[in-house]
């Protein structure tokens, strides 16, 4: 009897064992499933920053080397205004790696075609002018000149096809169903998209999934030296901080006289190796006047900034 214990006695060590290796496999799941430190830590300090927004506020954040992600309203799809010539200029660019459009390609445009913008802008197509698809995306993208948008969009065969674009890649939330001229003339429906699809797409670009990396380079080289909406996501981040971004504005209300939007969206690099921060952030119908809305995105941008500064970068398996 002696020895036909001892068969029992293992029996029962092998599954004492196993279940506690089933509890630390669970454990360990679930700790991987909840936020992190930070991650709390951030959530906390956004949801400050819009408690005071007067409007609805959508912001996405993701650690692009680990994957880890904060998001409030994260799904919503708001007004994009500007903010939708980073999915065209992704778009343009495909359609070069497919060999159905080239960056020196010479596109002709005339001053009928001007679509109404900033001064500066407008003064770019007061004679008729020969530019290459290349200065097109550079203009839409660090002018964010609407002129050299509609152009590009004609190459590409109008909004739905950015958007069919869009779906192909995965991304539900971003709708362009219209040029800038025609949003311009209704001031109705303008393109949306949410803050999640955004900083999902910026992930993608800045992994190499969605563009060569010679066109991703050249793409976050112009969204790098634009120098509008400096105070929204760079406004209080340390001075030098790399920033490749792209900003929409809406109109002013005709009750409030506020921008009925203030967006920015963009790649921000980490110090000391920490990796990288895709941000999104748009700020719609909100009463604050657009000093302070610009000053709600730089405090998300800086808040995000901060929690992940302190952090390790840790990569996620692919």
């Not at 010479?106 to 698809?133: F, Y």
């Amino acid at each position: 009897m002696r020895f036909k214990s001892v068969p029992i006695l293992l029996l029962l060590s092998t599954l004492g064992l196993a279940c506690a290796k089933s509890t630390s496999t669970a454990e360990i799941r679930k700790q991987n499933e909840s936020p992190g430190r930070v991650e709390q830590e951030l959530t906390r300090r956004l949801e400050l920053i819009c408690d005071r927004a007067q409007g609805t506020v959508g912001i996405s954040v993701v650690h692009i080397e680990s994957g880890k992600t904060v998001a409030i309203n994260g799904k919503s799809q708001l007004p994009l205004y500007s903010v939708f010539k980073l999915p065209l200029a992704i778009a343009v660019l495909q359609d070069v790696a497919n060999n159905r459009l080239r960056l020196d390609q010479k596109i002709h445009v005339t001053p009928a075609e001007i679509v109404p913008g900033t001064p500066e802008n407008t003064a770019l197509w007061q004679k008729p002018v020969d530019v290459t698809i290349e200065q097109l995306i550079d203009h839409s993208l660090s002018r964010s000149d609407n002129t050299s948008a509609d152009k590009l969009l004609g190459m590409v065969g109008g909004p739905i096809k950015v958007t069919e674009r869009m779906r192909s890649l995965g991304f539900q939330n971003l709708d362009i169903h219209l040029t800038v001229s025609e949003y311009v003339k209704s001031r109705q429906n303008p393109n949306i998209g949410s803050p999640e699809d955004l900083t999902n797409l910026l992930v993608q670009l800045h992994g190499g999934k969605i563009l060569q990396p010679s066109q991703v380079n050249l793409l976050i080289g112009f969204m790098q030296k634009t120098t509008i909406g400096l105070r929204r996501l760079r406004g209080e981040l340390p001075s030098g901080t790399p920033v490749a971004h792209k900003t929409g504005s809406g109109e002013k209300d005709a009750v409030t006289r506020m921008a009925k939007a203030t967006n920015d969206v963009g790649i921000i690099t980490l110090p000391s190796g920490r990796g990288h921060l895709a941000v999104a952030v748009l700020v719609s119908e909100s009463k604050l006047a657009d000093a302070a809305q610009e000053k709600m995105i730089a405090e998300v941008a800086r808040a995000a900034y901060d929690v992940y500064s302190t952090e390790p970068a840790k990569r996620v398996a692919h």
